[in-house]
């Protein structure tokens, strides 16, 4: 039995990059009335619903200062769209592992970078 193709084609998740996080959560909230999901205060990081897709504020992870966002893409089943993806020629920044844990939410992701450098994860 062949396997269902795998293909990235639903956006979960769109980080962007900030300086201060409580002026961020402020615009975005109060500013721009975006509906606050949850905040990681301890780790610098809010998430908004956006349409459905959830918006995450956090703070630079480039080294070089080019990348000021990335695309996190839902799957279904995390550790067999990493197994697939591998399979193509894929290299992982670090194989699926929890980034962050709530009382009710819990992030579980894998990062990779496209042909132009741009962070892209699956979620």
């Known amino acids: 039995m062949s396997e269902p193709p795998l293909r990235l084609d639903r956006i979960g998740q769109i980080r962007i990059n900030v300086h201060d996080i409580a002026r961020a959560v402020a615009f975005y909230r109060d500013v721009l009335g975006m509906t606050l999901l949850f905040e990681v205060p301890e780790q610098g990081l809010a998430f908004f619903d956006c349409g459905g897709v959830r918006l995450y504020l956090g703070g630079g992870e480039s080294t070089d200062g080019t990348s000021t966002a990335a695309i996190y893409y839902s799957v279904d089943g ?46």
């Open 78 to 123: 995390l550790d067999d769209a990493y197994r697939r993806l591998v399979e193509r020629g894929v290299e992982f920044q670090f194989a699926p592992t929890t980034v962050y844990r709530l009382e009710q939410v819990e992030g579980r992701m894998a990062f990779f970078t496209d042909s132009e450098g741009n962070t892209l994860g699956l979620m």
